[in-house]
């Protein structure tokens, strides 16, 4: 019982310290992308472009915290509507 309760303040701890957001993901729709690479401009962490000038996506899983505004940035800038984000 201890050792669980343990793990479970570690877990915590780690949220509190906004090191790491286990909530925020970022989702491409490559359907919609038209290649306006501002995705890539904005946030070159998340986005990268391939050689046909469309996004890809770099972070699949949770997105760290120090790049959520980015993420967010480059959601509200895609003129396709493309990027979407669940927190
Ligand atoms: Fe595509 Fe939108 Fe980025 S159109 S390249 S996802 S800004």
């Avoid at 957001?21 to 359907?31: G, I, K, N, Q, Y």
């Avoid at 000038?53 to 997105?63: F, K, M, R, T």
Wanted: charged share 30%.
């Amino acid at each position: 019982m201890t050792h669980c309760s343990k793990k479970f303040r570690a877990a915590l701890f780690i949220g509190s310290e906004g090191l790491y957001s286990p909530r925020m993901r970022v989702h491409l729709d490559a359907e919609k992308c038209q290649g306006h690479n501002r995705c890539y401009a904005l946030a070159p962490e998340i986005f990268d472009v391939d050689d046909y000038g469309q996004a890809v996506l770099l972070i699949e899983d949770d997105v760290p915290s120090d790049l959520e505004d980015k993420a967010r940035l480059a959601a509200s800038n895609c003129p396709e509507y493309a990027i979407t984000i669940t927190d």
